[in-house]
């Protein structure tokens, strides 16, 4: 097994279990020892996982943890890739009419797809907050980019303040394509910064149908701020079903679960 592959399993382990331990990962992919402190090494560098004594937690079990854009962009790229393309055919028909891109590593994977199925002759009107996704789009022959002001927050390149609220909460988007830190039957959907979440409330409240964009480490974190319930989200896009509390949270709220 590569050790990229290691990294994703392992990954995967922190996720459902909230911690794992060196001994316990040597043995299941039959490796030494220290091979496991380097991949947890590489995993605590890259925002993933927090090194402890004998192993590693979980980042989203504390409530403010937040790795930057440039940290989860190298994390799980081939799920965020699958939802990026399952995300797309969820666009308005035709490519027309009017989205709303949030900031994030998923929505931005979404734009670099929608830059490239983009056709001049049935114009999309993209908003979007994210300074990532703007430089993605700007230019693109068939689209239609606004870019929301305001404090850019160098953790996610995404606008934030009472102003960027303001100007959300002024939208009425046919679609809204949301990031989350968090997925969880009892939170809703959750991030650890109350400025994030405050234009992510304002996204979902705004748009017409909102598709959350979420690979399965999501499922049952819960961060510092929730900004929506999940009664008022219409579509989850990820790399895995759900499964427990939260399969049945999301079906009991209505919720379509699309599996990339």
Same mark, same amino acid.
């Given at each position: 097994?590569?050790?990229?592959?290691?990294?994703?399993?392992?990954?995967?382990?922190?996720?459902?279990?909230?911690?794992?331990?060196?001994?316990?990962?040597?043995?299941?992919?039959?490796?030494?020892?220290?091979?496991?402190?380097?991949?947890?090494?590489?995993?605590?560098?890259?925002?993933? #996982?927090?090194?402890?004594?004998?192993? =590693? *937690? &979980? %980042?989203? /079990?504390?409530?403010? $943890?937040?790795?930057?854009?440039?940290?989860?962009?190298?994390?799980?790229?081939?799920?965020?890739?699958?939802?990026?393309?399952?995300?797309?055919?969820?666009?308005?028909?035709?490519?027309?009419?009017?989205?709303?891109?949030?900031?994030?590593?998923?929505?931005?994977?979404?734009?670099?797809?929608?830059?490239?199925?983009?056709?001049?002759?049935?114009?999309?009107?993209?908003?979007?907050?994210?300074?990532?996704?703007?430089?993605?789009?700007?230019?693109?022959?068939?689209?239609?980019?606004?870019?929301?002001?305001?404090?850019?927050?160098?953790?996610?390149?995404?606008? #934030?303040?009472?102003?960027?609220?303001? =100007? *959300? &909460? %002024?939208? /009425?988007?046919?679609? $809204?394509?949301?990031?989350?830190?968090?997925?969880?039957?009892?939170?809703?959907?959750?991030?650890?910064?109350?400025?994030?979440?405050?234009?992510?409330?304002?996204?979902?409240?705004?748009?017409?149908?909102?598709?959350?964009?979420?690979?399965?480490?999501?499922?049952?974190?819960?961060?510092?701020?929730?900004?929506?319930?999940?009664?008022?989200?219409?579509?989850?896009?990820?790399?895995?079903?759900?499964?427990?509390?939260?399969?049945?949270?999301?079906?009991?709220?209505?919720?379509?679960?699309?599996?990339?």
């Amino acid at each position: 097994m590569y050790a990229t592959e290691r990294h994703e399993h392992i990954a995967q382990l922190i996720a459902a279990e909230g911690r794992v331990s060196v001994v316990d990962l040597a043995r299941r992919f039959d490796v030494t020892t220290e091979t496991v402190r380097r991949d947890l090494d590489q995993l605590g560098r890259t925002g993933v #996982v927090r090194r402890v004594h004998g192993g =590693a *937690v &979980s %980042r989203t /079990r504390v409530s403010t $943890a937040e790795s930057s854009f440039a940290e989860r962009a190298l994390v799980r790229g081939e799920a965020k890739e699958a939802i990026a393309r399952a995300a797309l055919a969820l666009m308005p028909d035709d490519l027309g009419g009017s989205v709303y891109l949030d900031a994030g590593t998923t929505t931005a994977a979404l734009a670099a797809h929608l830059a490239a199925a983009a056709q001049a002759a049935a114009p999309l009107e993209v908003v979007t907050h994210s300074m990532t996704v703007a430089h993605l789009l700007a230019g693109v022959a068939g689209l239609q980019v606004t870019a929301v002001g305001g404090r850019v927050r160098g953790l996610t390149a995404a606008a #934030v303040g009472a102003g960027a609220v303001a =100007a *959300v &909460s %002024r939208l /009425r988007p046919d679609v $809204a394509f949301v990031g989350t830190n968090g997925l969880s039957a009892s939170l809703g959907l959750s991030t650890p910064d109350p400025d994030e979440a405050a234009v992510k409330e304002a996204i979902v409240r705004g748009a017409r149908r909102v598709v959350v964009l979420a690979d399965s480490e999501k499922f049952e974190a819960e961060l510092l701020v929730s900004f929506a319930p999940l009664d008022e989200i219409d579509v989850v896009v990820t790399d895995a079903a759900p499964t427990g509390p939260l399969a049945e949270a999301l079906a009991a709220a209505g919720v379509e679960v699309v599996v990339a």
